[in-house]
Nanobody, 117 residues
């Protein structure tokens, strides 16, 4: 059974930084694609960033040059370093693991990020 544990959310002022982490169990982490999504109140879930099993990364336009995704395969953990935070970055951030074996996405429970102006 795949389980993901998101952590690291909190409240910061605009311009501040936070680092989220997501630790996976029950899956071959090093072969999975990892991603972060976020959902603001009243909005649909939005893709933020991805880190492929081979190491390639990609970012949504709204976070490019401010956020950095990385993964530590030895610790089954993916990180999202968020810099220069803006109030519009506020939302619940979810970690996703995509297993290429089962073609199934798995989700963390989410962690709240609140950025005040």
């Amino acid at each position: 059974q795949v389980q993901l544990m998101d952590a690291g959310g909190g409240s910061v002022q605009a311009g501040g930084s936070l680092t989220l982490s997501c630790t996976a169990s029950g899956s071959r982490f090093n072969l999975a694609s990892m991603a972060w999504y976020r959902q603001a109140s009243g909005n649909e879930r939005e893709w933020v960033a991805s880190a492929a099993a081979g190491g390639a990364t990609a970012y949504g336009d709204s976070v490019k040059d401010r956020f950095h995704i990385s993964r530590d395969n030895a610790k089954n953990t993916v990180f999202l370093r968020m810099n220069s935070l803006k109030p519009e970055d506020t939302g619940v951030y979810y970690c996703q693991l995509y297993s290429h074996y089962t073609a199934t996405p798995y989700w963390g429970q989410g962690t709240q990020v609140t950025v005040s102006s």
